[in-house]
């Protein structure tokens, strides 16, 4: 889901949609820095936040090296993730935290209420996808950049599917599994399935150690997390 609202008073009422057994309901956690968003902030749904990924840009290799070999082989190369600037976030007004919140213990930073995002991916437009669409979207069509949550939700939505593809009964509790998954596997473990985001600032938010309000568990070590995930 690619899309949400401002948190409201009864929200709770719409859950039953996204109860549906063996089905993994994925939204973003929004465009807006440091706000929370319904559906991202149901209990029942897999909220995402965003990164940036930070890569050596042509100008800064060219100025120290001016070496072509070298330039060949270090444009583009990848140097770091942070938070993304505008990537929603934060404690919901009206859910009460999920036991699965609790345990991990995400009580002690989000008190008595849900804790958004879960997870993250690239959302930042510098560090955007390209796609092409054939049909004008406010008339323009052909190769486009495209980011935001609206584009790491999908992402993870995709990385779900491929670990229920790689399982004999697809995941009927996605974030409980998710979250006990990140208290057994040490980010500096190399068998990690999550990358720590340490820096970056969404809102009033910052990336901290560990879980935090922008990027939530972190980005996902893919491979590492279907290893893991297919076997619980």
């Avoid at 559906?39 to 990924?53: E, F, N």
């Avoid at 486009?144 to 009927?172: D, H, K, Y």
Wanted: net charge positive; glycine share 14%; aromatic share 12%.
């Amino acid at each position: 889901m690619s899309w949400g609202g401002a948190e409201f008073s009864g929200e709770t009422a719409f859950d039953s949609h996204l109860k549906k057994p063996g089905m993994t309901y994925v939204a973003g956690a929004g465009d807006i820095g440091g706000q929370t968003l319904y559906p991202s902030a149901s209990q029942y749904v897999l909220s995402v936040g965003g990164t940036k990924l930070n890569r050596n840009p042509f100008e800064k290799i060219v100025s120290k090296t001016g070496w072509r070999n070298l330039i060949r082989n270090q444009l583009g190369k990848f140097v770091c993730e942070t938070g993304w600037t505008d990537g929603g976030g934060g404690p919901s007004i009206f859910v009460p935290m999920p036991t699965w919140q609790t345990t991990f213990g995400l009580d002690k930073i989000s008190g008595l209420y849900r804790a958004t995002p879960d997870v993250a991916f690239n959302a930042d437009m510098a560090s955007g996808v390209a796609i092409y669409d054939s049909t004008p979207y406010n008339g323009v069509s052909g190769w486009l950049i495209i980011g935001g949550t609206s584009l790491a939700a999908p992402c993870w939505a995709g990385i779900i599917a491929c670990i229920n593809g790689a399982r004999i009964i697809p995941m009927n509790n996605t974030m409980e599994l998710l979250y006990r998954t990140a208290g057994r596997t040490s980010y500096t473990n190399p068998c990690c399935c999550f990358f720590d985001i340490t820096e970056g600032k969404a809102g009033t938010f910052f990336c901290t150690i560990g879980w935090d309000f922008v990027t939530g568990l972190g980005s996902p070590n893919i491979r590492n997390l279907i290893r893991f995930l297919r076997c619980i």
